[in-house]
């Protein structure tokens, strides 16, 4: 049996449209034998993978479908009791799906389900742990699928969740214009800190420590694309046991502005100041407090965290074995 959760306000509420006119029909049709979940308000995507997984929890093959954008795979990848258990299928219905881009699911609703049905033997792939150390509040810890970040790019996120114009963007299918703005203001506003990486060599397991002297952002990715397709780290491997880190130092915002759109075909590299490393875990502690996301979503701001690649932690249904 598929268990489908589905964000109908995904895509500012293209989510219900593509469900109730291309998927549902398309269930009906086949022979397929599933059961329906739908979220009412933020934050529930969680509460119903918790609420699935612990009722099917003798099942180590648990079918769980999920119909929306990152964010709400990346919730509810929160609520999953064990993911080892669980083969995740994903019907793309966001408007970034760098997930979906990366691991080659088609951004058609119907293609995905598609290939959901079609029974293909699940792949492993790997998961990330971001774990919050503030001190005086209480270690509280995220997974990711695509990525999680700190400074510039977690700052996007924040404004786009509460950005008044994203509705109407997405609605006219200008969505990402949305995006394109907030990040050119925060950018002009980004306040830069200072931070101190520490890495683990992938191979041998020594520490390295790097001081980032006012820093713009840090990219810990486990797919190659994030933001909407910026391939911010080319050699991303999602089943390799290895993060892979972008990290945009003290350069001149305007060189930034010139470095962004290489970015969305991986060449920003070319520019001295932005930096990739490998790393199995990394922590970070920044000055002061900045936004962090997980897979785009944004629930506080931080001055450290530890991530931890989480290898081949989850079975995920995809076209082909990378
Ligand atoms: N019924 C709902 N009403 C409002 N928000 C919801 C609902 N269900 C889930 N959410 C919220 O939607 C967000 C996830 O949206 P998601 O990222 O998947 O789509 P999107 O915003 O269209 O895509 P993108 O992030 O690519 O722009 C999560 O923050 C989640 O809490």
């Excluded at 001190?135 to 700052?155: H, M, N, T, Y």
């Excluded at 001295?272 to 790393?279: E, R, S």
């Excluded at 991530?307 to 074995?321: K, N, Q």
């Amino acid at each position: 049996m598929y268990h489908i959760i589905i964000n109908p306000a995904s895509r500012s509420g293209r989510g219900a449209k593509i469900w109730s006119e291309q998927i549902e029909p398309a269930l009906k049709k086949s022979d397929a034998v599933y059961q329906t979940y739908f979220s009412k308000k933020a934050g529930e995507v969680k509460h119903l993978a918790a609420q699935i997984t612990a009722e099917y929890k003798d099942d180590p093959d648990l079918k769980l479908i999920v119909l929306g954008g990152d964010g709400t795979v990346n919730e509810a990848l929160q609520g999953i009791a064990d993911p080892s258990k669980v083969i995740l299928g994903y019907i793309p219905t966001g408007s970034s799906n760098d997930l979906a881009r990366d691991l080659g699911i088609p951004k058609e609703p119907k293609a995905a389900l598609d290939l959901i049905l079609r029974n293909v033997a699940p792949r492993v792939m790997d998961l990330g742990r971001l774990t919050y150390l503030d001190k005086d509040q209480p270690e509280e810890s995220r997974l990711f699928a695509v990525s999680c970040g700190i400074g510039f790019d977690a700052a996007v996120c924040a404004e786009a969740m509460h950005s008044p114009i994203k509705d109407t963007m997405n609605r006219i299918g200008l969505g990402k214009l949305t995006y394109l703005g907030i990040a050119l203001k925060q950018l002009i506003t980004a306040r830069k800190v200072s931070c101190t990486l520490t890495t683990e060599n992938a191979v041998n397991g020594k520490q390295t420590a790097f001081q980032l002297p006012r820093f713009l952002f840090v990219t810990c990715m486990s797919h190659r694309y994030e933001g909407g397709g910026f391939m911010f780290c080319p050699p991303a491997t999602d089943n390799d046991g290895i993060l892979d880190l972008c990290c945009v130092g003290n350069i001149s915002k305007v060189l930034v502005l010139l470095a962004l759109p290489t970015a969305f075909f991986g060449k920003h590299y070319f520019v001295k100041g932005i930096d990739a490393y490998t790393t199995t875990q990394m922590s970070i502690t920044a000055s002061a407090p900045l936004w962090v996301h997980t897979d785009g979503e944004v629930t506080r701001k931080s001055c450290g965290f530890r991530v931890e690649c989480l290898p081949g932690a989850i079975r995920m249904i995809t076209p082909e074995v990378k």
